[in-house]
């Protein structure tokens, strides 16, 4: 786990049960797990919470000490934000990725980068035992069970909420006669953080129609007026925000992201197929990702070929759906992003967005790279670089074969 910062703690000693590294969030049913498997099992339980974007230094501290206090063996912080960047992130950048055309995929690729660091966590301490607290009715436990069976084939994986069936109210009187102290009120609202955008669930996500009321969205609305904004890509890869320059991409987004969250951009509605084979609702809000995938395009557009544009947009819609499925490990994958690398050469320059709260829009770019040349035309007025006899050959030559298709049509046709 070289690629990522990393803090461990002891804890107190425990029992001699099975060694478990259990992915750790520190909410209910994460913790059910620490009690149920160091109590009810026996389990030695080496609790692991991977950062990809979603805490605060606080609330890191804050799960550590809870994690202790349930009685886990030790607990290890991952800094995953830039790792997380690296290994996937910029491959959605890079393919202008959105799953039906709505969702930027906070939440699937952020599973995919936890579940990997969890793996690599399991064979550092050499664990019997992989623990994650998925239910039976989502993607998550997917994608956790299949990154583990491929890195760490032969590791147990045990998952309590799933296979005990346990509803929330199980998981709080359980924890409460273990004299366990939390805040077990029911929110009405499921909220995930990451650096590529934040999730909502809630009543409203349950049925087919229904909108999240305006006091659901974790970022309220601050900021009115318009706000200008550049946006610096070197190579698909944004580096700079308003002329300041960054020395990682992760670093950029959060500095959008601070920008452009109090404006409320990038809310919104995702229905989609989930893996299991049923419907699904979720609201996210995503300011940053929404503004530099669109910027981004717009980039694209005006440096790229029409056909590396058409072969970029095919090879994006598998990519995204292959990853939402928790495919990341398949070797297409990494033939694909060879692909998109390969296109983003010249994919540099300034992208100009204008902020207005709920919504923004892209007004232009400039580009050493820009194909939309005045040396060789201007789009509906004047050309430089042909003739009008040039043309008319062209046009003729261009659709002979379809010429020559309706010409036998005509004549077998007897017409």
Known sequence: M??????????????????????????????????????????????????????????????????????????????????????????????????????PLSVSAERLSQALS?????????????????????????????????????????????????????????????????????????????????????????????????????????KKGNESLELGFIKGELYKVNGKTFTHPAEAIEELQKIAGPYAIGRDIHVGDTIIGIKGRVGFEAAAPMIILKAHHALEKHVLTKWQLNWKDQLALFYGNWLHEGQILDPVMRDIEAFFENSQQNVTGKVFVELMPYRFQVTGIESEYDLMSNRFGKYGEMNNGWTGQDVRGFSKIFGNQTMIYHAVKQTADGK
């Not at 160091?38 to 805490?55: D, L, Q, R």
């Open 118 to 222: 969890i793996a690599e966590h399991v064979q550092h301490l050499q664990a019997d035992i992989v623990a994650h607290g998925s239910t039976g009715a989502g993607n998550d436990q997917v994608r956790f069970d299949m990154i583990f069976n491929i890195m760490i084939p032969g590791v147990e994986i045990c998952t309590p909420i799933r296979d005990l069936k346990l509803s929330r109210e199980d998981e709080i009187a359980y924890l409460k006669s273990k004299g366990v102290e939390m805040n077990f009120e029911k929110s009405m609202y499921s909220i995930n953080k990451g650096l590529w955008g934040t999730s909502v669930g809630g009543k409203e996500t349950l049925n087919s129609n229904g909108m999240l009321p305006e006091e659901a969205w974790p970022t309220q609305l601050t």
């Open 2 to 103: 070289s690629a990522d910062k990393i803090m461990t703690s002891d804890g107190p000693p425990l029992g001699d049960g099975g060694k478990v590294v259990l992915g750790f969030s520190g909410g209910l049913d994460t913790s059910y797990c620490v009690k149920y498997l160091t109590e009810e099992k026996g389990y030695e339980v080496h609790s692991v919470i991977v950062n990809t974007g979603g805490f605060t230094e606080a609330e890191l501290k804050k799960a550590e000490a809870h994690a202790y206090k349930l009685g886990v063996k030790t607990h290890t912080t991952v800094n995953a934000v830039k790792s997380y960047y690296d290994k996937i992130i910029k491959f959605l950048v890079f393919g202008n990725v959105l799953k039906n055309n709505t969702y």
